[in-house]
């Protein structure tokens, strides 16, 4: 099982449509959790991160993690054409001294929001 | 500020042909990283690099090298190219606090190599 599960889609919404996008993880040491979206040809940049479990709402987007199931969202309401990009969720867990720090990414998920 | 630049923007490379893939960044991060990423897969870390003299490992580190002589340069080498080696490659970078490195990776635009 690998350790970062993640849908690719790609996924295909009208414009305003409320999307969701998932994760799965197996590693409970996981502690950090983020969303990072990477335009075609672009570097990724972060979107959203959140610290163990529970909901983070920045303007259209929430982030929801649910440790006990070792589950991770990102939802977005209003969906815009700019939305269109790869998005992937990323995790870690607690730092413990240098070196020990890296991110475990997904295989990112495509969404294209149709006009 | 430009943030993490990377050159070359696109390269192709005959098999068993070498080159260094540059990295520079301009906001005194501590923490770089170099990635690959291949169709329809995630990001998968190459070599990190923790400051100036330090580097180490990731999951993929196999045909590669880096050096890390200054805080800003992180060049990544490619001694040997094998067909293996085509994706696309990121630069990131990241500071530190107290508790150590914050998880925001700031990312560079890539470079696509293509090896034949």
């Known amino acids: 099982q690998k350790e970062v599960e993640q849908d690719p889609g790609p996924l295909s919404v009208p414009e305003g449509a409320i999307v969701s996008l998932n994760c799965t993880y197996s590693n409970s040491a996981f502690q950090y959790f983020m969303w990072y979206r990477q335009y075609s040809r672009k570097g990724p940049e972060l979107l959203m991160y959140?610290?163990?479990?529970g909901n983070k709402e920045d303007g259209r987007f929430t982030a929801q993690v649910d440790k006990s199931s070792k589950y991770i969202s990102l939802f977005i309401r209003d969906s815009q054409p700019s939305d269109s990009a790869t998005y992937l969720c990323?995790?870690?867990?607690?730092?413990?001294?240098?070196?020990?720090?890296?991110?475990?990414f997904g295989k990112g998920t495509k969404l294209s929001v149709i006009p | 500020n430009a943030g993490v630049t990377q050159t070359p923007k696109f390269r192709i490379l005959k098999i068993g042909q070498s080159m260094t893939l540059q990295c520079t960044q301009d906001?005194?991060?501590?923490?770089m990283y170099w990635y690959r990423q291949d169709p329809g897969m995630g990001l998968k870390l190459i070599y990190y690099s923790v400051g100036a003299g330090i580097t180490d490992k990731g999951e993929v580190p196999n045909g590669y090298n880096v050096s890390r002589s200054t805080t800003e340069d992180f060049p990544l080498r490619l001694e040997l190219a094998a067909p293996s080696q085509t994706s696309v490659y990121f630069c990131a970078s990241s500071y530190t606090k107290a508790t150590g490195p914050v998880h925001e990776q700031y990312f560079g635009p890539g470079t696509r190599l293509t090896v034949t």
């Open positions: 959140t610290y163990s479990s």
């Open positions: 906001m005194n991060h501590n923490y």
């Open positions: 990323a995790m870690s867990g607690e730092y413990s001294g240098a070196g020990s720090y890296q991110l475990t």
